[in-house]
C-alpha cells in the first residue's frame, strides 16, 4: 500500500533563517506531488505541484522554492524565512490518471 | 477558474443529521471531492463525485448536480468525532485541486 512521510512535523525557525521540508511517497511510481500551505484558521493554498523528476510547476509568487530530486521525493525550501510563511504544509500525491489527493500528516512551521 | 463556495460554521446535536452545502463555478467539470479535517491534521478523502445523484457510503453520502453546480455532503447519526472541518474541492483540467475555505462541523453531545 501507498504511504506518504513528511518531516519534520513540527518546526520553530528564526525570520531570515532557511528552510527545508521533505515529502516521501512510497509504494507507487511517478505520482503527481503537491505542496499545500494552510495558514490557521484558513483553507488550503497550492504552493507548488510536480509530475515528474525535475518538473515544478509553481502557483503563487514567494519566496519559497520547490525541488523534486528523485521520483517520489518532494522538497519545500527558503533561503529567508519571512513571519508570514508560518502555517501548517502539507504534502500530496496522486497517482497516475487518478484526481483522488492523498495528504501527508504535515509540518506544522511557527516562524518568530 | 474555480469558484467554490460553502457555510463558514454548521453546528448539530449528536445522533442528528447535517448538510453542507456546496456551491460551484468551474470552466470544466471533472468531479467533486469531500475532505474532512480535524483541528490539527491533514485532510482525509471522503468521496469523489462524477456522475448525478447520491452516493452513499456508511454514515456519510455525497450528492452532485451537474446542471446546477451543486453539491452535498451529509452526515447521519452524527457522532463527538464527526467534528471536523469539511472541504469541497473541484479539480481543474490538470489535476490540481481547487478548495473551498471548509465548513467547520461542531457536534454537540
Known amino acids: 500500500s501507498q504511504t506518504i512521510h513528511q518531516w519534520p512535523a513540527t518546526l520553530v525557525q528564526p525570520v531570515g533563517s532557511p528552510l527545508s521540508l521533505e515529502c516521501t511517497v512510497e509504494g507507487t511510481s511517478n505520482p503527481n506531488l503537491y505542496w499545500y500551505r494552510q495558514a490557521a484558521g484558513r483553507g488550503l493554498q497550492l504552493l507548488f505541484y510536480s509530475v515528474g523528476i525535475g518538473q515544478i510547476s509553481s502557483e503563487v509568487p514567494q519566496n519559497l522554492s520547490a525541488s523534486r530530486p528523485q521520483d517520489r521525493q518532494f522538497i519545500l525550501s527558503s533561503k529567508k524565512l519571512l513571519l508570514s510563511d508560518s502555517g501548517f504544509y502539507l504534502c500530496?500525491?496522486?497517482?497516475?490518471?487518478?484526481?483522488?489527493?492523498?495528504f501527508g500528516p504535515g509540518t506544522r512551521l511557527l516562524v518568530l | 477558474g474555480q469558484n467554490i463556495d460553502q457555510p463558514t460554521e454548521m453546528t448539530a446535536t449528536e445522533g442528528a443529521i447535517v448538510q453542507i452545502n456546496c456551491t460551484y463555478q468551474t470552466s470544466g467539470f471533472n468531479g467533486l471531492f469531500w475532505y474532512q479535517q480535524h483541528a490539527g491534521e491533514a485532510p482525509t478523502f471522503l468521496s469523489y463525485?462524477?456522475?448525478?445523484g447520491l452516493e452513499e457510503k456508511g454514515r456519510f453520502s455525497s450528492f452532485l448536480s451537474r446542471s446546477k453546480g451543486y453539491s452535498y455532503l451529509l452526515l447521519k447519526e452524527l457522532q463527538m468525532k464527526d467534528s471536523a472541518s469539511y472541504l469541497c474541492?473541484?479539480?481543474?483540467?490538470?489535476?490540481?485541486?481547487?478548495f473551498g475555505a471548509g465548513t467547520t462541523v461542531t457536534v454537540r453531545a
Open positions: 463525485n462524477v456522475l448525478d
Open positions: 500530496a500525491w496522486t497517482e497516475g490518471a487518478a484526481r483522488t489527493q492523498y
Open positions: 474541492a473541484v479539480p481543474s483540467n490538470d489535476y490540481k485541486l481547487s
